[in-house]
């Protein structure tokens, strides 16, 4: 997806009023974020997306007339999909949940009233191409990544990790998020897993962790072949 030069266009579909305000007046502190409209079910949000040109929509799960995960696959489906990313905004962290959802097409899923700190960042992530999942959430995704096994198991382009980066991003992407805990299961001190951790977060373009670690997950059959 490649959003316009100047400012990333968002959407925000929620059917709480006062959860749209909050988010709109968050964004617009942003120089480089343009809040194009709002929607208070799917249905609309689903239209809004495509006749204001929105880059990201953050969309509520629970709405009426049509829930934020059929209006994700909807968004999906339709041909101008690639200009569209969508984050779920949600205050439900139940695995079977962000499943439904990442398997619609969201490239993010944050939880409200933990991660309203991280909307801007998420919004930007969204906007060129990343992933935003609430730690809260993560080791359910790369489980279940993980559980799915359709990773590739050819070299990623342009990403040299070396062997013990490769093993500490696999280990990262199998749920063993913590660096003392990562120390641990590899058998090296903290300092190298900070180390290595950082060049691997630089060569895949990953923003933080939970970036990295599905990023491990969707190539776990090259890190461990």
Do not use: C
């Amino acid at each position: 997806m490649t959003p316009s030069p100047h400012r990333i266009r968002v959407l925000i579909a929620d059917d709480n009023r006062a959860v749209r305000r909050g988010l709109r007046l968050q964004l617009e502190t942003a120089p480089d974020i343009r809040v194009v409209g709002e929607a208070s079910h799917g249905a609309d949000a689903v239209d809004a997306a495509r006749n204001e040109h929105a880059h990201v929509v953050l969309m509520d799960l629970q709405m009426p007339l049509l829930t934020g995960v059929e209006a994700t696959r909807q968004l999906m489906a339709h041909p101008g999909r690639e200009h569209v990313a969508v984050i779920v905004m949600t205050s439900f962290a139940t695995d079977d949940y962000v499943y439904e959802a990442l398997d619609a097409g969201a490239v993010g899923y944050l939880l409200k009233g933990y991660d309203s700190d991280n909307v801007v960042e998420a919004v930007r992530a969204a906007a060129h191409g990343g992933v935003a999942v609430s730690e809260h959430v993560v080791r359910g995704v790369v489980r279940e990544f993980a559980r799915r096994g359709n990773h590739p198991l050819e070299p990623p382009l342009e990403v040299p990790l070396t062997s013990a980066e490769k093993r500490i991003v696999a280990t990262l992407a199998s749920g063993v998020t913590s660096t003392e805990s990562i120390a641990e299961a590899l058998h090296v001190s903290p300092h190298t897993v900070r180390s290595h951790m950082r060049t691997a977060l630089r060569k895949t373009g990953s923003a933080d962790r939970t970036q990295l670690a599905l990023w491990g997950a969707r190539n776990h059959g090259w890190l461990t072949s």
